[in-house]
């Protein structure tokens, strides 16, 4: 199903309050906005909704801006880039509101209202006491015109409400959902302009989205509740409404509940999170993370799982957006990691491993980085495990301690002469490549009557002596001739002192 908008132009955007940091939800709805916009040549808008000064994070928009082109989702209009809607900070926009709350006044649809806090809370007990859903109850929507404006006029302080109609309903249509139909008389005379002059989001948020020319609007299913109040004042203004898609929300993993603050501080100590900025440190990809919110309210078919952000660009369409809830599921992320650091070239993963060796203090260099990724990328699930798996190759030595030089079922003594006897054959070998040493090797197993296991876990915690590592011999065959005999004539003289 499709709607005249769809064959618009299309405009779309995202449009955070800088409260915090950037994460799961707005990220994907951000996604949803950038995936139709480059779909159909389209423009993607960044605009930041900050009228609410009480919740205003000053570090929340550097945050989102990193975040945003972290992922890959660069805007074509907005803050920092410009462009024809300038400014695209809500704050900086004051003076354009100003002659659409003056509009809604002059034509009905909104009143000044000089109730003070305590009235306020007065008229709201009283209601809550007679079991009546509480809404603007006070005498400042009946007040004559003139009136009003002569208490504004003499700086009186008040706010702008919209005049609810007090009977007969609305209906909007949500692309997801379909028809809402909302009784006008569950809906309040809400606040539009504050005391300080500035617009409430439900004003800034239905001009802008007009000025700006958007068709589409994709923002998570919390909104659903003061919907009818957006219909209403696109309604008084006699504006053409975008597309409505509200995108399901997503739940705690157990799938019971929204995400709390709770919830998220204990998810940080198990090592994982919402925020996309710490999704980056844990050592997870951009593409990883698109690919798992994509699908957590949306789907392309039954069986496809794998999607590149051109994929996404290819194949998102809105009728195939889910409104169920999606329960977050972390395993479901390190899967879609894993097989995106797979689909990526080794310089690719290499380059992007780097970081997290450098924080970890591992001297690597790009060349011998470049021939271990290949052993080890297949195991990776996280771009932080790169220091585990790969340090041993980057240190002049390494000490494993003298026990894990004893093989299961072997006495030091009978290691230490396995040992020796592998050292020796590695010695004469006259290439130094790794299948010339397995099958040197696997032959000695036979000739000692040992289990390969045995002797290979030896020369393992010999060469490496760490508890993860890539392949033996391949190791080996990076480490070098040199290097490798090294570390095995080293731990014959760590075993040397475990016998009696
Ligand atoms: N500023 C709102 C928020 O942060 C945006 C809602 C919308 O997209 O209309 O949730």
């Known amino acids: 199903m499709s709607s005249p908008r769809d064959s618009q132009s299309v405009r779309v955007r995202f449009a955070p309050s800088p409260t915090g940091l950037l994460h799961l939800g707005g990220a994907r709805t951000a996604m949803y906005n950038y995936l139709l916009a480059r779909q159909t040549g389209g423009q993607f808008i960044l605009r930041l909704e900050d009228t609410d000064q009480k919740r205003f994070d000053p570090t929340a928009e550097q945050d989102l801006k990193d975040s945003?082109?972290?992922?890959?989702?660069?805007?074509?209009?907005?803050i920092d880039v410009g462009g024809p809607h300038e400014p695209y900070r809500q704050s900086e926009r004051k003076a354009i509101y100003q002659p659409f709350a003056q509009q809604l006044i002059d034509s009905g649809h909104a009143f000044y209202c000089f109730c003070t806090r305590e009235e306020l809370d007065t008229s709201r007990q009283e209601q809550k006491a007679r079991g009546v859903q509480a809404r603007y109850?006070?005498?400042?929507?009946?007040?004559?015109?003139?009136?009003?404006?002569?208490?504004?006029?003499?700086?009186?302080?008040?706010v702008i409400r919209f005049k609810m109609p007090k009977d007969g309903s609305i209906t909007i249509v949500d692309r997801l959902r379909g028809d809402i139909t909302f009784e006008n008389r569950n809906l309040d005379d809400y606040v539009i302009v504050k005391s300080d002059g500035l617009p409430v989001y439900h004003?800034?948020?239905?001009?802008?989205?007009?000025?700006m020319g958007i068709t589409h609007v994709f923002r998570g299913e919390e909104w659903i509740p003061t919907f009818p109040l957006h219909a209403h004042i696109y309604r008084a203004f006699g504006w053409q409404e975008p597309e409505w898609v509200h995108l399901s929300l997503f739940l705690k993993p157990s799938g019971k509940g929204k995400m709390s603050k709770r919830e998220t501080e204990a998810m940080r100590l198990t090592g994982q999170t919402i925020f996309i900025k710490e999704m980056q440190g844990l050592g997870y990809l951009p593409e990883a993370v698109l690919n798992w919110i994509a699908l957590m309210g949306w789907s392309y078919d039954d069986s496809t799982e794998f999607f590149t952000l051109d994929d996404l660009i290819q194949k998102f369409s809105i009728d195939k957006l889910n409104p169920s809830n999606a329960a977050i599921d972390f395993r479901k992320f390190d899967h879609f990691n894993g097989l995106h650091i797979r689909a990526l070239a080794p310089e690719d993963v290499a380059r992007r491993c780097m970081p997290f060796l450098e924080q970890a203090s591992i001297p690597a260099d790009m060349d011998t980085l470049l021939r271990i990724i290949p052993l080890i990328r297949e195991r990776m699930v996280t771009l932080d495990e790169a220091p585990e798996w790969t340090a041993f190759f980057f240190k002049d030595s390494v000490d494993p301690a003298p026990e894990s030089l004893i093989a299961k079922d072997l006495t030091a003594a009978q290691s230490h002469a396995a040992?020796?006897?592998?050292?020796?054959?590695?010695?004469?070998?006259?290439?130094?490549?790794?299948?010339?040493?397995?099958?040197?090797?696997?032959?000695?197993?036979?000739e000692l009557g040992l289990k390969a296991g045995q002797l290979f876990g030896l020369l393992r915690n010999a060469t490496a002596a760490q508890p993860v590592s890539p392949p033996l011999f391949e190791s080996m065959e990076i480490l070098g001739r040199d290097v490798s005999l090294g570390r095995l004539r080293h731990a014959l003289t760590l075993l040397e002192s475990q016998l009696q």
């Open 137 to 158: 109850a006070g005498p400042c929507r009946e007040l004559p015109a003139e009136t009003a404006h002569a208490r504004v006029a003499v700086g009186e302080d008040h």
């Open 68 to 78: 945003l082109r972290w992922l890959g989702l660069q805007w074509d209009e907005g």
């Open 203 to 211: 004003l800034a948020a239905m001009v802008d989205d007009h000025l």
């Open 419 to 446: 040992l020796q006897r592998a050292t020796a054959e590695l010695e004469a070998l006259p290439e130094w490549t790794h299948t010339a040493m397995e099958t040197r090797l696997r032959a000695l197993v036979e």
